[in-house]
T-cell receptor, first 111, second 110 residues
């Protein structure tokens, strides 16, 4: 069966510090991978998606970047965090035209 | 860009009541998802629809493509159904990500 793991689950980071959230998928190959963010009081927003290794599409301009160094690994990064980066980050995967599966999520608080 | 509207935003009901949550969107889609988010943040996909109706246990989801509208129904609601229910749509671009509604916060009181 397929599983998706995301870590860390929670983190508190100072403004200006770097960020790395990691997501891995098991039990499938060549998945579509996604990073979403849910800011306080707001709905989920797509940040990045990837249809293959090294292929990243960005939906919104921001302080974040994503990379896909391996088929089933998706990383969300920032060189210098802003207060506005605080929120709940979700990794997800799907196969085109099929249902979507979400990771457990990562709560980020920038202080 | 697809606009996804959900109603109601908040809903409190008594155990056993029949629950309906509505979702409308503005642009044609390839699929619509109903998701359930628990207080800890984890999200589970309940349904993926492209037409008609699906049923899973006490949950029923319907979609009307012509009217760009979907509903999620919960029969014989139970306190464990308390969660945020989110409607999300996928455009016709294949791998593109989802566009989400803001969610409906449902509380079922015993």
């Amino acid at each position: 069966s397929q599983t998706i793991h995301q870590w860390p689950a929670t983190l508190v980071q100072p403004v200006g510090s770097p960020l790395s959230l990691e997501c891995t998928v098991e039990g499938t190959s060549n998945p579509n991978l996604y990073w979403y963010r849910q800011a306080a009081g707001r709905g989920l927003q797509l940040l990045f998606y990837s249809v293959g290794i090294g292929q990243i599409s960005s939906e919104v301009p921001q302080n974040l970047s994503a990379s896909r160094p391996q088929d089933r690994q998706f990383i969300l990064s920032s060189k210098k965090l802003l207060l506005s980066d605080s929120g709940f980050y979700l990794c997800a995967w799907s196969r085109s035209g099929n249902t979507i599966y979400f990771g457990e999520g990562s709560w980020l608080t920038v202080v | 860009k697809n606009e996804v509207e959900q109603s109601p935003q908040n809903l409190t009901a008594q155990e056993g009541e029949f629950i309906t949550i509505n979702c409308s969107y503005s642009v044609g889609i390839s699929a619509l998802h109903w998701l359930q988010q628990h207080p800890g943040g984890g999200i589970v996909s309940l349904f993926m629809l492209s037409s008609g109706k699906k049923k899973h246990g006490r949950l029923i989801a319907t979609i009307n493509i012509q009217e760009k509208h979907s509903s999620l129904h919960i029969t014989a609601s139970h306190p464990r159904d308390s969660a945020v229910y989110i409607c999300a749509v996928r455009g016709r671009g294949g791998a593109d990500g989802l566009t989400f509604g803001k969610g409906t916060h449902l509380i079922i009181q015993p």
